[in-house]
């Protein structure tokens, strides 16, 4: 970067315009498939798995992103953290309303993160979800702070000395990725085409972050809320490292309280690529 991108601060905290969504049956059964959901309400179609809820905003958030983000750092953007608190569940048939904002920024050694925070509705004005979006842009430094960030969520590290109460293994198909972009609507190629993925410096293609954060609602949902998606009140992780289509993923949960529990996703590779997860439960 020749020259020093600024941000554009006096953009944050504005809402976006409210953009619909309408919820359809298929496309929300095919997210179930696209992330090796077997949960029968999901793959039914009586209810959107809980992380669809990243479908309805993905296009909508982009551009308050760039409001405050010049499009220059576009090339050194990675997805770093994803926190979602459900309020109700997403019901197909359903007409959603969100809106967006850009909250805070902080610079780090290493980069910089950008906050966004979402909301998402019914038609009728009933809170559905919200959601914190982090996005680190690697390599930036804005030299400054500002605004609000994203809620912290840490591992305890006390709770290493304990047994987790769960752990599962999910297995990343080698369509994964195709599988999960159409379903999703995620185009970015880093996750379709092999050389551009090379190019940016990855192995390879790599699995979405919200696939991967998915995988680990299945499990918190299957082994520690009895199957019941609806229990699920709040899923929290921080993206650490790239999964590999044909990986196996390892999700191990701790319990952190009363309906509170603390998770780590680990790769065939020995690699953790969820830290920091948080799961609580109704």
């Known amino acids: 970067m020749t020259e020093q991108p600024q941000l554009k601060a006096e953009n944050l905290g504005v809402w976006s315009d409210p953009f619909d969504f309408k919820v359809d049956k298929d496309r929300a059964i095919a997210y179930a498939k696209a992330t090796n959901d077997d949960n029968p309400r999901h793959l039914s179609g009586e209810l959107a798995p809980p992380v669809f809820a990243i479908v309805p905003v ?14 220059s750092l576009i090339p050194f953007v990675v997805h770093g953290e994803q926190d979602m608190v459900f309020h109700r569940p997403i019901v197909p048939g359903s007409t959603l309303v969100s809106r967006a904002q850009v909250t805070g ?16 509705r019914t038609d009728g004005g009933d809170l559905v979800n919200e959601q914190w979006m982090v996005s680190f842009f690697r390599g930036f430094s804005a030299g400054e702070s500002a605004g609000e960030i994203a809620p912290t969520h840490t591992f305890p590290e006390n709770l290493r000395a304990a047994e987790p109460v769960a752990e599962v293994v999910q ?15 995620d185009p970015m190629p880093i996750h379709l085409d092999e050389e551009f993925a090379k190019s940016a410096g990855l192995p390879g293609i790599i699995a979405h972050g919200m696939c991967t954060m998915a995988f680990t609602s299945g499990a918190v949902i299957k082994t520690v809320a009895e199957a019941d998606p609806t229990r ?33 996703s680990t790769s065939s590779s020995g690699e953790v690529v969820i830290k920091d997860g948080v799961a609580e439960l109704s």
């Open 58 to 71: 993905f296009e909508g958030m982009i551009p308050p992103l760039f409001t405050v983000v010049p499009d």
């Open 105 to 120: 920024f902080a610079s780090k050694s290493s980069g910089t993160t950008v906050s966004v925070r979402l909301e998402t």
């Open 171 to 185: 297995h990343v198909d080698d369509d994964q990725t195709f599988r999960y972009s159409e379903a999703s609507g």
């Open 232 to 264: 699920l009140r709040r899923l929290a992780v921080r993206f650490s490292r790239p999964v590999l289509p044909g990986q196996d993923v390892t999700t191990r949960i701790w319990n952190n309280g009363p309906n509170t529990y603390a998770f780590e």
